[in-house]
C-alpha cells in the first residue's frame, strides 16, 4: 500500500471512529434515559398496588411522604411510604427492600443493553459506517491520484495530435499510448461509441421513415396515372382510384402524426400535463370504446378490488394503453378473447393488455419497442412499426417500465408499471 492510500485510509479510519463515538455517545444517553423512565414508572406503579392493597382504593388527594428509620449509628434501615388520608391514621409501608430489589434490576437491565450496544450494536455500525464511506474513499483515492498526474504541455499536443488523425472508419478508437492519460482515453471513446450508435439510429429512422413514406406516395402515384388515363371513362377505375387514394392518404396521415409525435417528444415540446388519474375509471373508458369500436373480438375488463390513484398525464396514458388495445386486435383472430386489467403489483400500480394473437419470439420481444421494428409474422399486418415506441416514450416519462410476456401462437401480455 502506498503511502497516499495509507493515509487515506488513516483518515477514513478517524472518521469511522468520530461517526462512531457520536453514534455510541447519543446511543447511550438513549439506553440511560429510557432505563431511568421505566424504572421511575416500576417504582410509581409498585407504589400505588401498595397504597391500593393497603386501603381499599387509590385516590390522588390524598397526602403522601418518605421518612426513614435510622439506627444509634445513623445508618437508615429502613424507608416508609406514609398515606394520610383525611378522617383516617396514617398507613405507613416499609419500601426500603423493594427499592432495593427494583434497583438492582434495572441496574442490571442497564448493564447488559449498554454491553449489547458495545459488543452488537457498536461493530454493526461501525461496519455500516465503513461501508457508506468505502466509494467516498475510492473517489478520493481516484481524485489523488489524478491530482498527481503531470498534465504538462506534452500530453496537451499528444491528446491534440491523437484526436486530429482519429480515421473517420466505425471501429477506430482513439490510442494515446500514455498511462497517465488512459482513464481520459476510455472516457473519449466510450462518447465515440455512443455519438456512432446516435448516428446509425438517426440514419435507420431516416431510412426507415423514407421507405414506409415512399408506399403510400407510390400507390397515391400510380393510381391518379390510372385516373388520368382510363378514370374519366371507366367508372370502376375512378371508384377503386378513389379509395386506393383515401387509404393512403389516411395511411400516410397517421404516420406522419406519429413521426411528429416521436420528433416532439425528443426535442421536448411535448410536456406531461398530470393530475390525479383513476386507473379503474381509465381501463373501464378503454374497455367501453374498445366493445363499441370493436365488435370482432370478445373484451373483457376485470376491475380490481380497490381503486388506485396515481398522478399521471390521462391523455397520454391512455394513448399508450389505446395503443396496447389496437395492437392486441391486429394480432387476434377474430371472436378470441381480449382481457383488460389494472391494480397493484408489490406496491406498485399497473395497467395490463392480455391477448391469445400470434405472439412473439424471444428474439422479436428485445426489439418490440425499436422504432419501425416489425417482427417477420407482423409483416403481413398493417401497421408502421411506431405505436409501441410512441407507447414506451408515454411511460418512460412517467417513469414506468414494461413486463412483457409472449409466446408465439400463444399470446402476449404487456403490463405497463408505474
Known amino acids: 500500500m502506498s503511502s ?55 385516590k390522588w388527594n390524598v397526602m403522601r411522604s418518605f421518612y426513614t428509620q435510622k439506627a444509634i449509628g445513623g445508618n437508615v434501615t429502613e424507608i416508609y411510604y406514609r398515606i394520610i388520608n383525611a378522617g383516617q391514621d396514617p398507613v405507613d409501608i416499609a419500601v426500603r427492600r423493594a427499592f432495593i430489589t427494583i434497583c438492582i434490576m434495572f441496574g442490571a437491565i442497564l448493564v447488559l443493553r449498554l454491553l449489547w450496544m458495545l459488543l452488537v450494536s457498536l461493530p454493526r455500525q461501525s461496519r455500516k459506517v465503513r461501508s457508506i464511506l468505502e466509494p467516498l474513499n475510492e473517489l478520493a483515492l481516484k481524485a489523488d491520484e489524478l491530482s498527481r498526474i503531470e498534465f504538462g504541455e506534452d500530453k496537451y499536443h499528444v491528446l491534440e495530435d491523437a484526436i486530429a488523425n482519429l480515421d473517420a472508419d466505425e471501429s477506430s478508437k482513439l490510442a494515446l499510448g500514455d498511462s497517465d492519460l488512459l482513464g481520459i482515453e476510455a472516457a473519449i471513446n466510450n462518447l465515440l461509441t455512443r455519438i456512432r450508435e446516435a448516428n446509425r439510429q438517426q440514419a435507420r429512422f431516416v431510412n426507415d421513415a423514407s421507405h414506409e413514406l415512399r408506399t403510400p406516395i407510390a400507390v397515391i402515384g400510380g393510381y391518379a396515372d390510372m385516373l388520368a388515363r382510363w378514370g374519366k371513362d371507366d367508372e370502376k377505375v375512378l371508384n377503386e382510384s378513389i379509395s386506393a387514394i383515401q387509404t393512403e392518404t389516411e395511411r400516410m396521415k397517421h404516420l406522419v402524426e406519429q413521426l411528429l409525435f416521436l420528433a416532439r417528444g425528443d426535442s421536448g415540446k411535448t410536456q406531461l400535463q398530470k393530475e390525479s388519474v383513476s386507473l379503474t375509471g381509465l381501463m373501464n373508458e378503454a374497455y367501453e370504446e374498445s366493445v363499441m369500436i370493436d365488435e370482432k373480438h370478445v373484451y373483457r375488463f376485470q376491475k380490481p378490488e380497490e381503486d388506485v390513484n396515481i398522478s399521471a398525464d390521462p391523455g397520454l396514458l391512455k394513448q399508450a394503453v389505446r395503443i396496447l388495445i389496437d395492437n392486441a386486435a391486429k394480432y387476434t383472430k377474430e371472436g378470441d378473447e381480449i382481457l383488460l386489467s389494472c391494480g397493484t403489483v408489490e406496491g406498485h400500480p399497473y395497467l395490463q393488455v392480455q391477448d391469445c394473437g400470434i405472439g412473439m419470439a424471444e428474439s422479436d420481444a428485445q426489439h418490440m419497442f425499436e422504432r419501425f421494428y416489425r417482427a417477420d409474422k407482423a409483416r403481413s399486418f398493417e401497421g408502421t412499426g411506431l405505436g409501441l415506441s410512441i407507447a414506451k416514450w408515454i411511460v418512460d416519462k412517467h417513469r414506468g417500465h414494461f413486463e412483457v410476456l409472449s409466446r408465439q401462437d400463444i399470446g402476449t401480455r404487456i403490463r405497463i408499471v408505474l
Open 4 to 58: 497516499e492510500q495509507s493515509n487515506s485510509s488513516g483518515k477514513m479510519n478517524s472518521i469511522t471512529r468520530r461517526l462512531c463515538a457520536s453514534f455510541a455517545r447519543q446511543r447511550a444517553a438513549r439506553i440511560i434515559l429510557s432505563t431511568l423512565l421505566l424504572f421511575a414508572l416500576c417504582c410509581a406503579g409498585w407504589l400505588a398496588a401498595q397504597e391500593y392493597r393497603a386501603l381499599g382504593f387509590f
